[in-house]
């Protein structure tokens, strides 16, 4: 695997390899990898012929400054993560090589409703972070596969209107959420939990499940309620549970039988911000 930390330096290579006629994949994260985030570069490595995964820890997506300073970092196990997983490119760069004019006056997108529902609205700024980073490194790496997670299924739909934004030829491919064997899904915030903690957050997908099997046979209103009144039985503190249509983010109040929904939740455990979603129909 290459470990390339320089901007000018990626761009170069990736543009012989390009000429070379070979699909590139890319996975973005902020490291301290797991499985979840492993899935990806598996399903990367299948479709493409050059695999990039980068790490960097984006401060301007984060609202909230000491969950920046507290966000995990641990880039030693994430090398050899990556190594046995058959990366090619790790893509390293500092905050200056990403945002070489500084971190004020960034651009701002237009994301519409988007930006103002569930994390657009408990974590103000986010999603204008993530669309800043994401703009620069997919101009640098222009990918022809962008591989992402449903865990984090808003910011798919963001990302996908901002490759639109960019008249961008990237395809945004979403993976599915990989859990851990008591259903909690796997995220690098999961390492800042207690044992006591990660225990409870087990109650989320738990959450989701019942939101899932009472579907229809319950009104929206009370699949929410029962969902938010489980979390905080088990120790959350919840920003919200929200039941909405899969295909475009819409909340739902009342289900017509028909539309893909999707449940979504972010809560608080412990002093650690967790999100999950599932599908609730079949
Ligand atoms: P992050 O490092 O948290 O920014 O995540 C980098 C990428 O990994 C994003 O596309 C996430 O949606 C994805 N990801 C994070 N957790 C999981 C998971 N449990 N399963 C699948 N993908 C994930």
């Known amino acids: 695997m290459l470990i390339i930390k320089q901007a000018a330096r990626l761009q170069q290579y990736l543009q012989q390899q390009a000429e070379r006629g070979l699909i590139s994949g890319f996975v973005p994260t902020m490291g301290a990898l ?3 985030h492993i899935s990806l570069i598996a399903e990367a490595r299948k479709q493409a012929g050059i695999t990039v995964c980068s790490i960097f820890v984006n401060p301007t997506q984060f609202n909230d400054p000491s969950d920046f300073d507290k966000y995990p970092k641990t880039i030693e196990q994430d090398v050899l993560l990556l190594e046995k997983a058959g990366t ?6 500092s905050v200056e090589e990403v945002y070489p004019t500084g971190l004020t006056n960034l651009e701002h997108y237009e994301l519409g409703y988007l930006e103002t529902i569930l994390e657009g609205k408990f974590r103000p700024g986010h999603f204008q972070g993530v669309c800043q980073v994401m703009f620069r490194l ?8 962008l591989f992402m997670g449903q865990k984090d299924f808003q910011q798919c739909m963001v990302v996908k209107k901002l490759l639109e934004i960019m008249q961008s030829s990237t395809q945004l491919i979403p993976a599915p959420t990989v859990r851990e064997e008591s259903g909690l899904a796997m995220s690098s915030r999961n390492m800042r939990l207690s ?18 099997a009472n579907l229809g046979q319950q009104p929206v209103a009370t699949l929410k309620s ?5 979390l905080e039985k088990a120790g959350f503190t919840v920003d919200y549970v929200e039941i909405a249509n899969a295909d475009n983010l819409e909340l739902t109040e009342n289900w017509d039988g028909k539309a893909p929904l999707v449940a979504l939740v972010a809560a608080f455990i412990g002093g650690v911000r967790l999100i999950d979603n599932m599908i609730v129909t079949n």
């Open 88 to 93: 090619d490119i790790l893509f390293l760069p």
């Open 195 to 212: 044992a006591e903690a990660k225990d409870a957050a087990t109650t989320i997908s738990q959450a989701l499940k019942e939101i899932k």
């Open 138 to 145: 997919l101009s640098l790496v222009k990918p022809d596969l």
């Open 226 to 230: 029962n969902a938010v009144a489980t």
């Open 34 to 36: 797991h499985q979840g």
